[in-house]
């Protein structure tokens, strides 16, 4: 319990320490906003340098590559062979070392967060609070999992309201929408999550957004219930993933070979081949499910009382999820593939 002064010289003397406790906050808030202004100039120097680094950089490459063409290798000693060797390993690591040096330096947002954010700065400034935001990343991921899966199992076996499954559509929308925003930012702030596991959160988000403005109708419920058991499932498999997947993350990351900014991602990646292929056939499956309800909805669609152009929507939906999906992972597989039979053949 806090110290309550009763009298008169009680309540000077707490005053007192009060006004010296005053006086001591801010000449610490003073110095806060010193330092600050220290942090921001040290950080536009630094990517001022970092800038005329890789400018000079490119310049080089260009140089080096054409004293490559200009005097073929039988003009050039086997020094200077070397020299030039050895200069363009250093630069491709330097080019590395940049981008982990910018992961804590702030940026321009993409165009993605500026139109949703602005030109907030979203830059994370040290490792302790990137780490929290990518881990509350995760558990966000696994808990709307979970309520997604127990939603979907309410619309599917239990209730049949078009209100609830709009809920279930809206619930969808906003899930996917903040995906893509939070990892924007984790990929500010050097998260290695790329190419197509991005792209597929933005055509489920338009996916979902269709399905939530499809009213009530035959076709609709003649779509229903293959839609509801397929979202059943991927809320399985999406469980499945994470689970097994931080685990063979958190074990590279102690061996050091994985990043520690790097994402579970609800597919399949080079480094899961250690103890993760027994996905790939619930993976797999998964795609040819989304190939089917792309053919249903293409069959619905040539229907004589079809008239919501929501089927076509999502038809085209599906079909580019299963050729992103599968295509991507079938990707993987062949490059391990490759990469096995080049190891077999040089024992």
């Known amino acids: 319990m806090l110290f309550s002064p009763t009298g008169l010289t009680e309540c000077l003397r707490e005053w007192e320490d009060l006004e010296k406790n005053y006086q001591q906050i801010q000449d610490?808030?003073?110095?806060?906003?010193?330092?600050?202004?220290?942090?921001?100039?040290?950080?536009?120097?630094?990517?001022?340098?970092?800038?005329?680094?890789?400018?000079?950089?490119?310049?080089?490459?260009?140089?080096?590559?054409?004293?490559?063409?200009?005097?073929p290798t039988p003009k050039l000693s086997p020094e200077e062979v070397d020299t030039i060797a050895e200069i363009e390993d250093s630069m491709k690591d330097r080019a590395n070392a940049f981008s982990e040096m910018e992961a804590?330096?702030?940026?321009?947002?993409?165009?993605?967060?500026?139109?949703?954010?602005?030109?907030?700065?979203?830059?994370l400034l040290n490792k302790q609070s990137k780490f929290a935001y990518k881990d509350e990343y995760e558990k966000f991921k696994l808990v709307l999992t979970v309520i997604l899966f127990v939603f979907s199992f309410t619309c599917r076996f239990l209730f049949s309201y078009r209100a609830l499954d709009a809920l279930f559509n809206f619930l969808l929308v906003w899930y996917y929408c903040t995906l893509t925003i939070r990892e924007s930012i984790l990929i500010s702030n050097g998260s290695r999550i790329k190419g197509w596991w991005v792209f597929h959160h933005y055509v489920s988000t338009f996916?979902?957004?269709?399905?939530?403005?499809?009213?009530?109708?035959?076709l609709y419920q003649m779509f229903?219930?293959?839609?509801?058991?397929?979202?059943?499932?991927?809320?399985?498999?999406?469980?499945?993933?994470?689970?097994y997947q931080s685990g063979c993350l958190y074990r590279l990351r102690a061996l050091g070979e994985r990043h520690n900014m790097d994402l579970t991602v609800e597919g399949f990646q080079s480094w899961m081949w250690r103890g993760l292929t027994f996905l790939l056939p619930f993976l797999f499956f998964g795609h040819f499910w989304q190939l089917y309800n792309s053919i249903t909805l293409f069959k619905m669609f040539q229907l004589p009382e079809c008239?919501?152009?929501q089927v076509v929507m999502c038809g085209c939906s599906y079909m580019v999820l299963f050729m992103g999906n599968f295509l991507t992972t079938l990707g993987v597989v062949y490059q391990k593939y490759m990469n096995n039979q080049d190891k077999s053949k040089s024992f």
């Open 28 to 71: 610490t808030h003073r110095l806060y906003k010193q330092k600050l202004e220290e942090v921001t100039k040290l950080q536009d120097s630094c990517s001022g340098a970092i800038a005329r680094q890789r400018k000079k950089l490119k310049e080089l490459t260009v140089s080096l590559k054409e004293c490559k063409d200009n005097h």
């Open 224 to 243: 229903r219930n293959q839609f509801l058991t397929y979202c059943l499932y991927q809320s399985f498999v999406q469980f499945l993933q994470y689970y």
């Open 207 to 218: 996916l979902s957004g269709v399905m939530l403005t499809w009213p009530e109708g035959a």
């Open 307 to 309: 008239k919501e152009w």
């Open 104 to 123: 804590f330096l702030p940026k321009k947002n993409g165009l993605y967060l500026t139109l949703v954010l602005g030109n907030v700065n979203v830059t």
